[in-house]
């Protein structure tokens, strides 16, 4: 198993808004990224918000020109998990959903090297469950990144069951490797933060739905009353209405109280495909 200065390759899967962000950080880390997804429009804006994300960078003097050239060679899109057959470590940030994420998992184990490290960026799914799906569940590990993956200062790790503290330890250096803070989490459904994030939010669809104040105010409140630099409905249209939704149900599963019943408004936006700002709609209408 590659230590974390030896990981030279890295697989992403799921060139979404998180996928394309742990692309950007591996590749500016100086690792090979095998980027895949199966939507080959979500790989061309992939490449085309990480190459304009470094450049900026760039611009500002936070990274020579030619080190965001070199990072931007770094990544390779590709079609297939057979073509993830050298990567030392796979971060899977494909959709929240858990018979989708194992399926992936089977084929990984398959496909990869003996030695790889697989991960996943899952908000809320058990990492053990996950694991379950491989023959190598010591070498499967949550590692959960926040959005926007560049700018957020946090990983947090999540050890299933048969984690082994090898994998543990290479996983947090190369997260340290990439800039961030580590914290490590025991795998408990939404883990440390959206354990406590996601009920805040569900909380102000509740203030929404009953009426107690309009969306402008809910976040005005929350943003100015303590600081939050986004109120809990934007970031939910940040984050994705359909991520939260999928995350509040793992909760609700897995921990069994009724206080993490999903508020009807926020099913309602999902089944009407209003997911926030990456469909242009979801609270707030995005131009
Ligand atoms: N990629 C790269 N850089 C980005 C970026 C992106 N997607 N979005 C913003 N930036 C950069 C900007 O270039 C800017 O850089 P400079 O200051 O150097 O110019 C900086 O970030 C600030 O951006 P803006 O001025 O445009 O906007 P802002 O000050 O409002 O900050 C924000 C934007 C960082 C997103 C801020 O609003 C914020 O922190 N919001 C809350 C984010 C949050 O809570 N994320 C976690 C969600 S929960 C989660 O991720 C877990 C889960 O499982 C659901
Ligand atoms: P997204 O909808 O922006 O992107 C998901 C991408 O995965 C899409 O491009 C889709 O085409 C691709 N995909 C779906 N199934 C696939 C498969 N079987 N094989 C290959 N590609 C597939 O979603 P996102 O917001 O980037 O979330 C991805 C993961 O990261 C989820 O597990 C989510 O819970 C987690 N996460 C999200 C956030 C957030 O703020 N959005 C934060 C942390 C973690």
């Given at each position: 198993?590659?230590?974390?200065?030896?990981?030279?390759?890295?697989?992403?899967?799921?060139?979404?808004?998180?996928?394309?962000?742990?692309?950007?950080?591996?590749?500016?880390?100086?690792?090979?990224?095998?980027?895949?997804?199966?939507?080959?429009?979500?790989?061309?804006r992939?490449?085309?918000?990480?190459?304009?994300?470094?450049?900026?960078?760039?611009?500002?003097?936070?990274?020579?020109?030619?080190?965001?050239?070199?990072?931007?060679?770094?990544?390779?899109?590709?079609?297939?998990?057979?073509?993830l057959?050298?990567?030392?470590?796979?971060?899977?940030?494909?959709?929240?959903?858990?018979d989708?994420?194992?399926?992936?998992?089977?084929?990984?184990?398959?496909?990869?090297?003996?030695?790889?490290?697989?991960?996943?960026?899952?908000?809320?799914i058990?990492?053990?469950?996950?694991?379950?799906?491989?023959?190598?569940?010591?070498?499967?590990?949550?590692?959960?990144?926040?959005?926007?993956?560049?700018?957020?200062?946090?990983?947090?790790?999540?050890?299933?069951?048969?984690?082994?503290?090898?994998?543990?330890?290479?996983?947090?250096?190369?997260?340290?490797r990439?800039g961030?803070?580590?914290?490590?989490?025991?795998?408990?459904?939404?883990?440390?933060?959206?354990?406590?994030?996601?009920?805040?939010?569900?909380?102000?669809?509740?203030?929404?739905?009953?009426?107690v104040?309009?969306?402008?105010?809910?976040?005005?409140?929350?943003?100015?009353?303590?600081?939050?630099?986004?109120?809990p409905?934007?970031?939910?249209?940040?984050?994705?209405?359909?991520?939260?939704?999928?995350?509040?149900?793992?909760?609700?599963?897995?921990?069994?109280?009724?206080?993490?019943?999903?508020?009807?408004?926020?099913?309602?936006?999902v089944?009407?495909?209003?997911?926030?700002?990456?469909?242009?709609?979801?609270?707030?209408?995005?131009?």
């Amino acid at each position: 198993m590659a230590t974390a200065g030896e990981i030279a390759a890295v697989g992403v899967i799921g060139a979404g808004q998180m996928g394309s962000g742990i692309a950007q950080l591996a590749a500016a880390a100086g690792c090979a990224v095998l980027l895949l997804d199966a939507d080959s429009a979500a790989l061309s804006r992939a490449v085309a918000s990480i190459s304009a994300s470094l450049r900026r960078l760039a611009a500002k003097g936070q990274l020579s020109q030619a080190a965001c050239e070199d990072s931007i060679k770094r990544i390779r899109c590709v079609s297939t998990v057979q073509d993830l057959r050298d990567a030392d470590l796979v971060i899977e940030a494909i959709v929240e959903n858990e018979d989708v994420k194992k399926k992936l998992f089977v084929e990984l184990d398959k496909i990869t090297k003996p030695s790889a490290i697989l991960a996943s960026n899952t908000s809320s799914i058990s990492i053990t469950r996950l694991a379950s799906a491989t023959k190598r569940p010591s070498q499967v590990i949550g590692m959960h990144f926040f959005n926007p993956p560049p700018i957020m200062k946090l990983i947090e790790i999540i050890r299933g069951a048969d984690t082994s503290d090898e994998v543990f330890a290479a996983v947090k250096s190369f997260s340290e490797r990439l800039g961030k803070t580590v914290i490590c989490s025991q795998d408990y459904p939404g883990f440390i933060v959206n354990r406590i994030l996601m009920p805040m939010i569900n909380e102000a669809f509740w203030a929404l739905y009953t009426g107690v104040a309009t969306q402008e105010d809910i976040d005005t409140g929350m943003k100015l009353g303590t600081n939050h630099p986004m109120g809990p409905l934007q970031l939910a249209d940040f984050i994705g209405l359909d991520v939260c939704l999928s995350v509040l149900r793992v909760l609700h599963n897995g921990l069994g109280d009724n206080k993490y019943s999903p508020c009807p408004l926020l099913v309602q936006y999902v089944d009407a495909g209003r997911l926030g700002k990456k469909r242009g709609v979801g609270v707030y209408s995005y131009g």
